[in-house]
């Protein structure tokens, strides 16, 4: 038998009359608690970006005004090398904080990531953001590309990362750089 392909929908007195969970914000009004997918095209500056994010939100600084909810961040950087991520590091800021952790490998979905995860939260509770870079590297084997990302939001580009990566602070701090974003 054939199963009935219906709409579940709710009525607006029943909807109205239910008590409801407000969102809980990261970054207010713009980064809520869940999964959220940041796409673009290559090199527009995705990843600069997220280094940002969770250095700002693991300091508690505002993001672009916004307040922000102060935790731990955990910014899983699969792509790069430590290196790397230091030199970035530099370049948009002169103190991270001990509460923003990084790591440039970790398991795949399914075969210890999820696990790798649990752990870290269960030793940083305060833990408030978890930025995998990139989904592709999290995937490993046996997941079929036709499922990438189902949806995502299109948002204006900015400007791309400078393309030094000394010790030397840029005087074009990220922040002026995402400012009109």
């Not at 009525?11 to 009359?17: A, C, I, N």
């Not at 916004?66 to 910014?75: D, H, N, P, R």
């Not at 999820?114 to 030793?123: K, M, S, Y």
């Not at 990438?148 to 000394?166: E, R």
Request: charged share 20%; glycine share 8%; net charge negative.
């Amino acid at each position: 038998m054939k199963k009935e392909n219906r709409l579940l929908t709710i009525d607006g007195e029943t909807l109205m009359s239910q008590p409801l969970t407000p969102l809980n914000f990261v970054v207010d009004t713009l980064l809520s608690q869940g999964l959220h997918i940041l796409a673009g095209s290559p090199k527009v500056g995705k990843s600069w970006l997220a280094l940002w994010l969770a250095v700002t939100v693991a300091k508690g600084d505002p993001v672009w005004g916004m307040g922000v909810k102060q935790g731990a961040t955990l910014y899983l950087c699969l792509e790069d090398s430590t290196l790397r991520i230091q030199n970035r590091l530099f370049e948009i800021t002169e103190d991270a904080p001990a509460n923003v952790h990084f790591t440039t490998n970790s398991d795949t979905l399914g075969k210890g990531l999820e696990e790798q995860l649990c752990a870290f939260l269960a030793e940083h509770p305060d833990t408030v953001l978890v930025i995998i870079d990139t989904l592709q590297m999290i995937r490993g084997a046996g997941y079929d590309n036709t499922y990438a990302a189902s949806s995502w939001t299109s948002y204006p580009s900015f400007p791309p990362a400078p393309k030094t990566h000394s010790f030397r602070r840029s005087s074009f701090s990220v922040q002026n750089r995402f400012a009109g974003f």
